[in-house]
């Protein structure tokens, strides 16, 4: 798979995975674990990349005597989720035409 396409896919994916509710790193990528694996080094970088990108917030919390990262999307996370969703419309329909049977062949 392409680099970036793979790079854009996992990015959004993170933010679906914290679209709902804030999260922490192992959640997240045990949220993600039945469609995908994730190594937590991974996902600690696209979360670096999106946390610059203003896609979202972190705010550190005390849990169990441990400082823990909570990740929060921002309304630009949200609109490059709904742009996604767009894109892969588009990617869709090019695949349909690109996988349709050829009648030359039939």
């Not at 080094?41 to 979360?47: E, Q």
């Not at 309304?75 to 588009?90: P, S």
Request: charged share 30%; hydrophobic share 40%.
């Amino acid at each position: 798979m392409d680099v970036q396409l793979k790079r854009g896919l996992l990015d959004v994916c993170v933010l679906a995975a914290i679209k709902n509710e804030d999260s922490y790193g192992y959640k997240i990528i045990k949220d993600m674990k039945p469609y995908m694996e994730m190594s937590e080094s991974t996902l600690y970088t696209i979360l670096k990349r999106l946390e610059l990108a203003g896609m979202l917030t972190v705010r550190t919390c005390e849990h169990g005597g441990r400082l823990r990262k909570y990740y929060h999307i921002t309304k630009a996370g949200i609109a490059r989720m709904e742009d996604f969703q767009n894109e892969w419309r588009e990617v869709m329909l090019i695949y349909q035409f690109v996988s349709k049977e050829d009648k030359r062949d039939a």
